[in-house]
């Protein structure tokens, strides 16, 4: 009887999960589990066996063997994940070609750990502005190792996770959306929990239209939600408009939520020198008497000379004392308390 040589099935399921699905099978109930595919792309082409395994260098670890009609296929596993943490999904495969001495890497992509010395580099490799007006680029970028906060960002949010001293903050955009913003007259900017890299949520900031329809200006990844780190998003959009030839914003409201980092990063990098600008100002009045012009306001900023009022200005009566009720609506012309 001849004997038949039959080639090897090479199998994209790992042994702890082949071993997971007999398991199911042998049990009382027939469980389905779900198939994990591996999407492999070749790297690059060795010579010989001893420039690939070098390498690898001490970042992954041997898996499982294949043999293969192609040759013998060596599978290893990423070693940079902690043992408590989930298992890293990347994966390398070396591909021992048995007509020859060469070896095809082959890598898994998508490995969803990166370091902060791999995000600086894709950074720096991404800060040119490409000809592209639809190509995205990192319109500015700042990464601190082992550096702490600023002391001003000591009174902003406590109840932020802390990065132990490492600190990254990157904006990213395209001409496209940065021309279009560039005739912008107010700015929404809010954290969304929705859409989340690397565990930190995406700060997005942008404008709206008349119809209401918004137009995202970029999106911000930060290592945390302090004034410091919206500073530097409306920092950053002011970089991007200089470096596509626009003007810089000279927006008159911010439309976000409650959280002082917001207002506070709003306010140091838009704030007016003389803060005799109604919209840009600080004020603390109650919701309700936004529509009336604040005398405590006027009346401080005249205090501290920040504004000079006119000499015709003074000559205008301050009025009744407040009764109860709704109060009226001032004047334009009441400026000094």
Same mark, same amino acid.
């Given at each position: ?245 626009? #003007? ?7 439309? +976000? !939520?409650?959280?002082?980092?917001? $207002? /506070?990063?709003?306010? @140091?990098?838009?704030?007016?020198? #003389? ?7 600080? +004020? !603390?009045?109650?919701?309700?008497? $936004? /529509?009336?012009?604040? @005398? ?42």
């Amino acid at each position: 009887m001849e004997a038949m040589e039959v080639a090897q099935y090479e199998s994209d399921i790992s042994d702890e999960e082949m071993s997971e699905e007999q398991c199911a099978k042998n049990g009382n109930k027939r469980h389905r589990i779900k198939k994990k595919n591996k999407f492999w792309i070749k790297e690059t082409t060795f010579n010989n066996a001893g420039e690939a395994e070098a390498s690898l260098r001490n970042d992954w670890s041997k898996h499982y063997t294949n043999r293969t009609h192609d040759g013998k296929r060596v599978y290893y596993r990423c070693r940079k994940v902690r043992r408590r943490d989930p298992p890293c999904s990347a994966s390398i495969s070396l591909l021992y070609h048995a007509d020859s001495d060469k070896v095809t890497i082959r890598k898994k992509y998508g490995s969803y750990i990166i370091s902060l010395g791999e995000l600086e580099q894709w950074c720096q490799d991404n800060s040119n502005v490409p000809a592209n007006e639809n190509t995205a680029f990192v319109v500015s970028y700042k990464i601190l190792y082992d550096v702490e906060e600023d002391e001003e960002d000591e009174e902003d949010d406590e109840d932020v996770d802390d990065t132990s001293g490492k600190v990254f903050r990157l904006f990213i955009s395209s001409v496209r959306l940065l021309s279009v913003g560039s005739v912008a007259s107010h700015i929404n900017a809010d954290a969304t929990y929705k859409l989340v890299w690397q565990g930190f949520p995406v700060l997005v900031i942008g404008t709206t239209d008349r119809n209401k329809a918004f137009h995202p200006l970029g999106l911000a990844v930060c290592s945390n939600e302090k004034k410091s780190d919206f500073q530097f998003i409306f920092n950053a959009v002011q970089m991007g408009m200089q470096k596509i030839g626009k #003007n810089l914003l000279k927006p008159e409201a911010l439309v +976000c !939520d409650a959280a002082p980092a917001i $207002k /506070n990063g709003f306010t @140091k990098v838009f704030e007016m020198e #003389n803060n005799s600008h109604w919209k840009t100002s600080k +004020c !603390d009045c109650p919701a309700f008497l $936004k /529509n009336y012009i604040c @005398k405590h306001v006027a009346g401080m900023s005249i205090r501290l000379k920040y504004c000079k009022p006119p000499a015709a200005a003074k000559t205008v009566p301050i009025g009744e004392k407040r009764k109860r009720g709704r109060p009226a609506k001032a004047k334009p012309a009441l400026l000094v308390q």
